[in-house]
């Protein structure tokens, strides 16, 4: 999946610790899925396949409002 195909739910200049940088965001797929990007992180290996990344909980706040939840 391209990455022009995703809503980004965070960092579109409207707060948030990024504003329009590239760096920790939330993205919506157009079948509703949730795609995050952030730093790896180390805390545990997650079963094959699955990766595990953290972000800064101002954006899942950010993402929660963008959604309406």
């Not at 579109?12 to 995050?36: F, K, L, M, W, Y």
């Not at 953290?54 to 409002?65: G, N, Q, S």
Request: charged fraction near 25%; hydrophobic fraction near 30%; proline fraction near 7%.
């Amino acid at each position: 999946m391209a990455r022009e195909e995703l809503t980004r739910l965070t960092g579109n200049g409207n707060g948030g610790p990024c504003g329009e940088e590239d760096c920790p965001n939330v993205h919506r797929t157009a079948s509703g899925s949730i795609v995050v990007q952030g730093d790896l992180s180390r805390t545990f290996t997650p079963p094959a396949g699955e990766g595990l990344v953290e972000i800064p909980e101002e954006v899942l706040r950010e993402a929660v409002r963008a959604l309406g939840w």
